[in-house]
């Protein structure tokens, strides 16, 4: 089992930063990432990072704006979100991956096995 720890949420005003923290233990993670859901919609894609290679994605939404990051010394990843607008309100959850999986599946939900309690991020205007 992996457990996740979310933390690093709060509100702030529109053109602000946050960094989100999670804390990850347990067995070994492989491609780890963010995701964030808003009422009544689903669970939405922002950036992951791969086990292999280090490689990083984004949504297209938060591109230039969000940096993800690992420290694999401190199991911890990092979500750096600058310039953020009041539409990324959302509570932001930490998912990882038990198993190796193609790249291909990296923005999707359903393909990771563990998830944070999540952490909300409230930006106002």
């Known amino acids: 089992q992996v457990q996740l720890v979310e933390s690093g949420g709060g509100l702030v005003q529109a053109g602000g930063s946050l960094r989100l923290s999670c804390a990850a233990s347990g067995r070994r993670t492989y491609d780890i990432g963010w995701f964030r859901q808003t009422p009544g919609k689903d669970r939405e894609f922002v950036a992951a990072?791969?086990?292999?290679?280090?490689?990083?994605y984004y949504a297209d939404s938060v591109k230039g704006r969000f940096s993800i990051s690992r420290d694999n010394a401190k199991d911890t990843l990092y979500l750096q979100m600058n310039s953020l607008k009041p539409e990324d309100t959302a509570v932001y959850y930490c998912a990882a991956k038990g198993s190796y999986s193609s790249s291909y599946f990296v923005k999707s939900a359903a393909s990771y096995d563990f998830w944070g309690q999540g952490t909300q991020v409230t930006v106002s205007s």
């Open positions: 990072i791969t086990w292999v290679g280090g490689s990083t």
